[in-house]
């Protein structure tokens, strides 16, 4: 079983920064690909970026390629993500997903999921 908590999120100007933070429990989060997704009102949850095991794979959306980069701390059982040149249209709901297998994560079929952190980008 592996519990995880997202923090780091909050209201920020366009242009601006934030880091995201998931911090996981249990003894195996080394052995999982992580992956970030955001919920805006009224629209479905989407992709946003994806970090193998290692490290050594991610992927990101379109939308925030150049722009959001995932990473992770293993000794710490946390991942990040961090965003820059942030946009209006970035505002969601930002969740963390674990799962054993890349692909299903990316998907956003994970095994396990963050309760989610507000992000909010004003004009």
């Known amino acids: 079983q592996v519990q995880l908590v997202e923090s780091g999120g909050g209201l920020v100007q366009a242009g601006g920064s934030l880091r995201l933070s998931c911090a996981a429990s249990?003894?195996?989060?080394?052995?999982?690909?992580m992956g970030w997704f955001r919920q805006a009102p009224g629209k479905e949850r989407e992709f946003v970026a994806a970090?193998?095991?290692?490290?050594?794979?991610?992927d990101y959306a379109d939308s925030v390629k150049g722009r959001f980069t995932i990473s992770r701390d293993n000794a710490r059982n946390t991942v990040y993500l961090q965003m820059n040149s942030l946009k209006p249209e970035d505002t969601a709901v930002y969740y963390c997903?674990?799962?054993?297998?890349?692909?299903?994560?990316?998907?956003?079929?994970?095994?396990?999921w963050g309760q989610g952190t507000q992000v909010t980008v004003s004009s």
């Open positions: 997903a674990a799962g054993r297998v890349y692909s299903t994560v990316v998907a956003g079929t994970g095994d396990y």
């Open positions: 249990g003894r195996t989060f080394s052995l999982y690909t």
């Open positions: 970090i193998s095991w290692s490290g050594g794979s991610t």
